[in-house]
C-alpha cells in the first residue's frame, strides 16, 4: 500500500501563487516518476508536471514557465509550485508517484485523493 498526502490548494487571485505539497509513504523501495496531473469541470486529466528518477522534468506546455517541479528524494515528497495563476489553471490537482514495492520490480501508479485549485479573475 501506498499512501499519497497532498496539501496546499486553495483559493487565489489571478497573478497569485501557490505551492502544492505530496508526501507518499507505505511500502515503497523504488521511485519512477512523480507527477501533478489536473482535471477541471468537464474535462479530462492532464499531466501538469512530472519529474523522473533522474531528476528530469516535462511540463504542459500552458504551465511552461510558471509552474516548477521539485523533489525531496529523502523524504519522497514532491512539490508544484505554481507562480502567475490563471483562471484557466482552475481544477482538481492530483498526485501521482510510479513506485515499486520491496521485494518487487513491478511498478505501479499511485493517486492521491486530489486537492482543489481555484484562482478567481
Known amino acids: 500500500q501506498v499512501q499519497l498526502v497532498e496539501s496546499g490548494g486553495g483559493l487565489v487571485q489571478a497573478g497569485g501563487s501557490l505551492r502544492l505539497s505530496c508526501a507518499a509513504s507505505?511500502?515503497?523501495?523504488?521511485?519512477?516518476?512523480m507527477g501533478w496531473y489536473r482535471q477541471a469541470p468537464g474535462k479530462q486529466r492532464e499531466l501538469v508536471a512530472v519529474?523522473?528518477?533522474?531528476?528530469?522534468?516535462n511540463y504542459a506546455d500552458s504551465v511552461k514557465g510558471r509552474f516548477t517541479i521539485s523533489r525531496d528524494s529523502a523524504a519522497n515528497t514532491k512539490y508544484l509550485i505554481m507562480n502567475s495563476l490563471k483562471p484557466e489553471d482552475t481544477a482538481v490537482y492530483y498526485c501521482?508517484?510510479?513506485?515499486?514495492?520491496?521485494?518487487?520490480?513491478?511498478?505501479?501508479?499511485?493517486w492521491g485523493q486530489g486537492t482543489q485549485v481555484t484562482v478567481s479573475s
Open positions: 501521482n508517484v510510479v513506485s515499486a514495492p520491496y521485494g518487487s520490480s513491478r511498478y505501479a501508479s499511485n
Open positions: 507505505g511500502n515503497i523501495f523504488s521511485i519512477n516518476a
Open positions: 519529474i523522473n528518477s533522474g531528476g528530469t522534468t
